[in-house]
């Protein structure tokens, strides 16, 4: 395997051969799974299915995987919205590999989405050879979707214009897509459905319709607040991109632990005891990027360091994670330390001399 | 007695407030048709049956048990349509049945048992231990130390209601109870096996000891009833789940009631209830979640679905009405979502869970603010009850009804605010009606502040503070909230027992205020509310108190009080009457306690700090009186301060108030006040003392001090003179008196600082230091102001 990212449906086959071996629950048409596998697939498992151990992909609420689920064994569209890096396209991608068993098929939203992309587009050599003909026609992932009857993901819908957006609401409605040049129509198969996923950071830039956004069910992804919860969570990934990429170290669990207890004290503006108030910082500070950071200190430590991930390698990757929209947030992250790390102990000692000697101008 | 007996009696379990049962409860009546009906509740309120089902009593109700010995101590028993127990009793009466209660009485309920009270719970109710605490007020601590143990002690077993509903993957016992009872269309006798099995299952993890003396005493009352001739095919028996459980397993100790203590002297009556405080009692009875959805479901004869479907429908139309898009397309898609996620999480049909998390999914787009905003409130409801004409109800209650109606405040269990016009009569009317209420401490009215402006954020602190008497008879408008709840009711019962009606409660409260006054000023207080709450007969009690306590008092905050107070209604024109009592009466008396208070005023000065701390407060009021009402010896008053200001045996604090007083009321000049603080703040003196008195003179108004050049020239001469050694015990008390100085003070002290030392050309750089502060500033404000504009934005 020289891939660095498997898509989720090549990386849990076993878990999903599993499942599907064991599970004698009714399916609606088209899924590989019925709601409850999906839901065990999604959340995990204590004890192993079919002798393989199903890993949690989210931890969070079950009750909002369930309702996410429930939607898209409906006639309804899902639409999952948070802020950045809590796991949205994350979700959406497991729930496609799960129940359609592919999480391909996928458009990312942009600005320059074309209704191309989102419909069909043609092979130019052979459509003037030969005219409109199936063999010209490049169909989008929607329209593969609706062929085989699976999921499409649509990324960052509302960076997308609203002609796109429009154009979405017929797919969605009519479930089928016209080609007047060939003359004919592609109608959605049993199974077809649509994951969307949408940033609240984003909200006003391309609001959704009215229209729109009747098609779609609404579930919100939260932001983590429980600090052990947030802790798993980062050491997990962390853990499994250190497999994929094949490069770092592992990180002291007390190291994550300062780590994830200073995003969320930023995050909240206020520390976890509620007695001192903390300066936010403009950027987002996500779960993802708490653990890219963690694992990028990983890699300084393996490569720049001893091989030992000290507080020294976090405060530098922390550096480029926080500093992102405007030096004020490397000022934040400055008095934070001055006025909540100064006065802790253990690791927060080395943490806060190392930060006075990287951030300091 | 024979037990055997008992497993011939049609024993049906039920859970309180639990609308399966109740719909179960009734065919399983139907079928059996029993000609006496035993139900679980205290049996010597059975005589308050016939007003339950009277047509005027409308539920919720609850049989409201009081003692009447003089104890704290009440205990409610509520009753819903869809309670079985409401449906058994009303069984009965419909096809001509007996009903009777036979649960332990009322006086054994309430009556102190092993460090807390026997109370009325059961077993298979989680939580029941705590719901009812707060009711039985503990007085003594050791009491209230037991109890708190006897929780700890108990605290595994309420986990095993969590424990029983994580073991089948539901979040909480309410969902747990809700999927596994309430949903499923149950046959009556497939239902009792469930519910007795689940009680078993309970049963099995210990129970207390009252739980199982009061299952022999109701298994006793059902088998008098038996030797009395009745056949024990023709009873039914509607009880808790665990007691019923325990008479089909035999499982019942008849010798157990004698350990139940003697009952306490208790009167019982039928109080009004309402739904926002059947859900507060979460644990005490099932669906109180959210009882309008649950009364919905009872109306559409257990059918949960159409409840849904009725709520969801409430809530679209609520949408449209606040301008949200929301279509029947909607509304069918969040009924669908609603199945179908009940469907996944192998339910026979949708919950409130299910109803909340798929209409945040498709109604609100993913927003859960609407729902927690109104949909969960439109779940619980806010009806209340009635109760019917026949049960007489005491002529406070009478009182307080004929009021609320005839002045149109608000009856219902949800706060409601509004604003009193304090320049006509009815609602100078409505104002003491609330203030006698507020007085006799019945709960039902909030003050909030003098303007609607206030009515927002800040008033949200509430009374907390002791509110100050003046403060309510200066006002032309008085913010008001109110809120109906049954402690409204239980309230106006209890306090019977003071009066009959609410004058007479708040004439015996301040009357009794009055014998307990320390001091004048006690008394002074008393008359103040006397006059806000119009209650003549104390107005002159509480004035000769104050006449008679004056005379002898040697407090000075007190006299202080008192003059203040006197002196307030001497020049108040306003909107209450003060009945007889003219200013041939009031002048002396101020006069009288402003000349005692002038005379007192030295001794009172002496003291360390702490001592001195009230004496301050009394000095500024003295000092406001003297300089306002003309009929007060002015001359006395500066003499006296003066006095204080001078002398270097008083507490230097007070010195330093004394002169400051006197400096703002332009009794001293320029001259005099920087020769005074020259030689206080002078080297010679002790710099403690100094710090002292600068604290006591800055506290006066700071603006002018360090708006004064001499002033500030001696502040600075003292501080630069304190020696190093002495500075470090200096600081405390300097600290103290200049963080009473606010930004614009500090700049006016700083100005004159620097000119003092002539070094005026740095005071650019100073400048900019305060730039700094104040841009800081402008930063919180505009703040405040986004937050103010968002709050506006979210109300258009």
Known sequence: ???????????????????????????????????????????????????????????????????????????????????????????????????????????????????????????????????????????????????????????????????????????????????????????????????????TRDRGVNEMSAALKRRF???????????????????????????????????????????????QELRAGVTKDGKTKVKQPGSVLSTAEAISVLFNSGILAQHFGDGQVTPEDLVRSLLGAVAKESRDDVKAVREYCETVAKGRAGLWKEFYSAAKRRLNP | MNLDLLRSVHVFPI??????????????????????????????????????????????????????DGEQGSSLWPFATYSPEYVAVKWAAERGARAEFIDIAIGTALAP????????????????EESWAPEHEADEPAAAVAQVQEEEEEAPRVNVYQACAEARGFRSFEEFWEASFEAPAYDPSSFREALIAYADLVRAEGDRLVHRARDAFMARQVLERIEQGIAPERIAVVVGAAHAAAFAAGDV?????????????????????????????????????????????????????RATLEVLVEFTEHLRLRGFMASLADTIEAYRLAVRLADIRGKAGPGLDEVREATIATLCRGDAAHVDGFLWPAMI???????????????????????????????????ESFTLQLTNETEVGTSIFLHRLRIGEVPYPTYLGTQR???????????????????????????????????????LVEKIVLGDTLEQVVTRALGERLANAGGAGDAADVLLDAVLTSCPVTVSAALRACDRLAAYDDDLPSLARTTSNVSYLVSFGSTRSRSSVGDQVLVPLARKSFDRAVLRVRQACTGDDEAVAPIKGALRTLHDLATSRPYLDQQAWAEAARDIAETFTVNPACSGMCCGLLYLAQKLDEDEVSRIVGLRLGAIG??????????????????????????VEALDAFLAGIAPERFRETLPVLRRAFSRLGTTERRYLLENVLVARRIADRAEAAHIVLLEQDRERLVAMSDELSAAMDDLDELL
């Not at chain 1, 878990?15 to 009714?26: G, I, Q, R, T, V």
């Not at chain 1, 079950?62 to 996410?68: D, N, P």
């Not at chain 1, 796109?164 to 199974?191: C, N």
């Not at chain 2, 209650?397 to 004929?402: A, I, K, L, T």
Request: proline content about 7%.
């Open chain 1, 1 to 199: 395997m020289t891939d660095i990212r498997l898509p989720a449906e090549v990386k849990h086959k076993a878990e999903l051969e599993a499942l599907a071996a064991s599970d004698n629950a009714p399916r609606p048409p088209g899924w590989r799974l019925s709601p409850r596998a999906v839901e065990t697939y999604v959340m995990g498992s204590d004890t192993p299915v079919g002798g393989v151990l199903i890993t949690p992909k989210y931890i969070g609420d079950r009750a909002l995987v369930q309702v996410a689920i429930a939607t898209l064994a409906s006639d309804r569209a899902l639409m999952l919205v948070g802020e950045p890096g809590t796991a949205k396209s994350w979700l959406s991608e497991h729930l496609a590999a799960a129940i359609s068993g592919t999480s391909g098929l996928i458009v990312q939203g942009t600005a320059g989405t074309s209704e191309e992309q989102l419909k069909y587009g043609w092979n130019y050599a052979l459509l003037l050879a030969e005219g409109p003909s199936q063999k010209a026609l490049v169909p989008s992932p929607i329209l593969r979707a609706m062929r085989e009857g699976k999921f499409a993901r649509l990324e960052e819908i509302t960076r997308t214009s609203s002609e796109i957006q429009d154009a979405l609401i017929s797919i969605l409605s009519e479930k089928q897509i016209a080609i007047p040049e060939l003359g004919e129509g592609v109608s959605a198969a049993r199974g077809f459905n649509i994951i969307a996923t949408a940033n």
């Open chain 1, 217 to 263: 069910n609404f579930v919100t992804i939260p932001v983590v607040e429980d600090l052990e919860q947030e802790i798993r969570i980062v050491t997990r990934r962390e853990a499994e991109l250190r497999s994929d990429y094949q490069v770092g170290v592992e990180p002291p669990a007390e190291l994550a632990k300062v780590l994830v207890t200073l995003f």
């Open chain 2, 15 to 68: 859970r309180h407030h639990s609308p399966r049962s109740s719909a179960a409860l009734r065919a399983f009546l139907e079928h059996t048709r029993p000609s006496l009906v035993l139900v679980e509740g205290p049996h010597d309120a059975t005589h308050l049956l016939a007003a339950l089902v009277d047509p005027g009593t409308k539920p919720p109700v609850a049989i409201l048990g009081y003692r009447v």
């Open chain 2, 113 to 128: 048992h092993e460090g807390e009270v026997v109370g009325h719970e059961d077993l298979d109710d989680p939580g029941s």
């Open chain 2, 253 to 305: 100790d008849l010798s157990l009631d004698e350990c139940l203590p003697a009952p306490v002297p208790v009167a019982a009556t039928l109080i009004p209830y309402s739904f926002p405080r059947l859900a507060e009692q979460l644990g005490y009875g099932a669906g109180n979640r959210a009882p309008r959805y649950y009364q919905r479901a009872h109306d559409a004869g257990c059918d949960f679905q």
């Open chain 2, 381 to 415: 409801g806010k009806s209340v009850g009635h109760v019917a004409s026949r049960i007489g109800r005491t002529s406070l209650q009478e009182e307080f009804w004929r009021e609320v109606r005839a002045r149109r405040l608000p009856a219902s269990d949800a706060p």
């Open chain 2, 453 to 491: 402006g206030l009515g927002g954020r800040a008033a949200r602190a509430k009374q907390d503070a002791a509110l100050d008497t003046q403060a309510f008879l200066s006002q032309v408008n008085e913010a008001w909230e109110a809120q109906w709840t049954p402690a409204t009711d239980v309230a």
């Open chain 2, 686 to 711: 002790e710099p403690l003392a100094a710090a002292s008195f600068l604290d006591g003179f800055l506290e006066v108004n700071a603006l002018v001090m360090v708006k004064s050049r001499p002033v």
